[in-house]
């Protein structure tokens, strides 16, 4: 091949690595904005508003009563949202003809007094009727274009916007502040987010899977709320233990509960107070959670973090984590989920719709990702399970300890030589008891990742019967460490490890 | 319908939004190999992508040719590149993910320096050597995509060849 030839060929393959180094996830494409807005103009141009704000320079101030709003939010935003003030952020996400592209959205609950102090001056308005200052508010912040429809005059586009409401009342957005300073509300970020106390009471019966009387421990709050008082979960309720209804969590009259709701959020046909969390404090009849761990409204990181430290216990191969979404969309925690797994150097196997497939070649481990229920949109399951050792791995051997307590020390220079040069490898030694019992031990060594250690205590036949698992740490890093009576030999020092029978910062191979 | 028809491109130019949803996903995966070989594997390649697409969308009532569609798409494109300043101004309503696959293609110490070296060239010259070399086309193809005479592509092809030998080291 001349050099022409071969200069070309290869220009061709590193075009060809080049166009081959993207691969395509989801294709956006904008909602058929056109219908909404037609909807959308028909129904604030029948309601009554109350226009109260004034024009500032760069921006402008608008507040309103009383706007009902489209019911089913954007597909590309929908779900996710638990908890106090989860439907006020589903409410605003459900304004179509409002808001024509949303960059993003927050919730935060606080009272009328916090929202009065922490609001900038140039944006502050007042509904007709202000609440009073003890009134707890769900503000919802969004960032994105949003276009004020006053009947037939548009006003905006804004970039940010402002939507109050109080907390559990379902049924209007007292005020609404816009501006066109920025892609976000300029004192959002600063104004506090107060989470609801929870009010501790015994169960007194279930009339009905999500609705319940329960008798309140504090006679202040059963002088208010009535005692007992009749409390109803819905789709935005945050359940503990995860469940999808009340009696599903297979709570019974006597357990004691913390629960937290609204004074006024009541569900107009019960007449029960509507539920932002509900936790059991104390059961004895619990639903067995055999391999499912319920993580509250974890963040996607300290999800993944858990749903390791359960998955390396040893005692299974198969575990299933359930991590809420809390106030993110599904879509964002779904997203976030993926950037760590892709940064973690798992590789995505596959994606289609909310499920998520990743595996860890040199760890042969899978997991899958998916939503949970199906219609609930809040929960994630994951599912790890523990494979055979890839045979892309570099084998180090096995050996076996021998009288003198020594084993071949080349055999771990092939696991350190090849763990710096970026290769997964594993090394198996024997150890023995006392006795002659085989304990043997292997080390996983996994650059860049969680590098493991298991002991197979099964055949110490002298030892206590509850200690004879196999017991596996994963640890973040590795490292040599010189014997202290021979300098001249090395063993592994593992660290930042989780698993194992209890709880162990550091461990050592072999 | 005719042999050789597109269902899909028949059903999008109907009106049918699933049709249009499904079509420019499909475009996508086309399209995203090409803005890959042009901009080096980086994520302007969604961006171009995600342009061409609001593009496609925005006019796919005008076509009049629908075996043309990937041709002009890819075509929208290609001017999407060239004068990337330009349509930067342009809001997109399609966006684009995609996902950088993990690990190294081009291991080759000679090949990461061509790779450095392709990535150095203007936009034209990345677009002539694409065209060229990875879209398979001759050069009185690659000179009527790039809309210059055959003798100015055939000269600047000679041209950027001499130039990547030198970079390189070899003869010029």
């Known amino acids: ?510 | 319908m005719a042999p050789g028809r597109d269902a899909l491109v028949e059903a999008a130019l109907s009106g049918n939004p699933d049709a249009v949803t499904k079509l420019l996903e499909r475009l996508a995966g086309e399209l995203l190999p090409f803005a890959g070989a042009l901009t080096a594997g980086s994520a302007e390649a969604d961006v171009l992508v995600g342009d061409t697409l609001s593009r496609v969308q925005e006019r796919l009532g005008q076509l009049q040719d629908p075996a043309a569609l990937s041709a002009w798409a890819r075509k929208i494109l290609l001017r999407r590149f060239l004068d990337h300043r330009r349509w930067q101004l342009r809001r997109r309503e399609v966006r684009l993910e995609s996902v950088a696959l993990a690990g190294a293609p081009i291991t080759s110490p000679d090949l990461i320096d061509l790779r450095t070296a392709l990535t150095a060239l203007d936009r034209k010259d990345r677009a002539l050597i694409v065209l060229h070399y990875w879209r398979g086309m001759t050069l009185d193809e690659t000179a009527a995509e790039m809309a210059v005479p055959v003798g100015t592509a055939r000269s600047r092809l000679a041209r950027i060849l001499a130039k990547l030998r030198r970079t390189l080291g070899g003869e010029s």
């Open chain 1, 1 to 510: 091949m001349n050099r022409g030839d071969k200069l070309e060929g290869q220009i061709r393959a590193v075009l060809a690595a080049d166009a081959g180094t993207r691969r395509l996830v989801a294709v956006r494409t904008p909602p058929a904005v056109s219908a909404r807005l037609v909807r959308s103009a028909l129904t604030l141009g029948t309601a009554a508003l109350v226009i109260v704000g004034a024009l500032a320079i760069g921006s402008s101030v608008r507040a309103l009563r009383s706007s009902p709003v489209a019911s089913e939010p954007q597909a590309a935003t929908q779900g996710a949202a638990v908890g106090v003030c989860a439907a006020a952020r589903q409410r605003v996400l459900g304004m179509f003809g409002v808001i024509t592209r949303l960059d993003r959205i927050e919730v935060k609950r606080m009272t009328a007094q916090d929202l009065d102090a922490g609001r900038d001056p140039l944006f502050k308005s007042r509904p007709a009727t202000p609440p009073a200052s003890d009134t707890v508010l769900c503000v919802v912040a969004v960032g994105g274009e949003i276009r004020q429809t006053m009947g037939l005059i548009a006003t905006g586009p804004f970039s940010w916007s402002l939507f109050v409401s109080t907390a559990g009342a379902d049924d209007s957005i007292i005020s609404t502040s816009s501006g066109q300073n920025g892609t976000w509300p300029p004192y959002f970020d600063a104004l506090p987010n107060r989470q609801p106390n929870p009010y501790p009471g015994t169960v007194v019966e279930a009339v009905g899977p999500d609705i319940f009387r329960l008798r309140l421990e504090s006679a202040m709050l059963s002088a208010e709320f009535g005692n007992p008082v009749l409390l109803r979960a819905n789709r935005y309720t945050e359940i503990v233990p995860t469940a999808p209804t009340i009696t599903a969590t297979g709570v019974k009259p006597g357990d004691r509960v913390e629960v937290s709701f609204e004074r006024e959020g009541r569900d107009s046909s019960s007449g029960a107070y509507v539920l932002s969390t509900f936790r059991i404090v104390t059961s004895v009849s619990l639903m067995p959670l055999s391999n499912v761990v319920p993580l509250g409204f974890a963040l996607p990181v300290a999800c993944l973090v858990n749903s390791y430290v359960r998955a390396t216990d040893g005692a299974s191969a198969t575990w299933t984590f359930t991590c809420r979404a809390g106030v993110m969309t599904r879509e964002a925690w779904r997203e976030q989920l993926r950037a760590i797994q892709l940064q973690t150097g798992w590789r995505e196997i596959e994606s289609q719709g909310t499920l998520l497939q990743f595996a860890k070649d040199d760890f042969g481990l899978t997991m899958t990702i998916q939503p949970e229920p199906p219609d609930g949109a809040f929960a994630v399951t994951q599912r790890l399970r523990l494979g055979e050792f890839p045979p892309s791995a570099v084998d180090c051997g096995r050996a076996r300890v021998d009288a003198s307590g020594r084993y071949d020390q080349a055999l771990l220079d092939c696991v350190w030589s090849s763990y710096v040069g970026g290769r997964a490898a594993r090394l198996e030694i024997i150890m023995t008891t006392q006795e002659g019992d085989p304990i043997p031990t292997s080390l996983y060594a996994v650059p860049g990742s969680l590098s493991e250690v298991t002991r197979d205590l099964t055949a110490d036949r002298f030892a206590n019967a509850v200690n004879r698992i196999v017991t596996r740490y994963a640890c973040v890093t590795l490292a040599p460490r010189l014997w202290a009576t021979d300098p001249s030999r090395y063993s592994f020092e593992l660290t930042d490890c989780v698993g194992g029978p209890g709880p162990k910062a550091t461990t050592s191979f072999p």
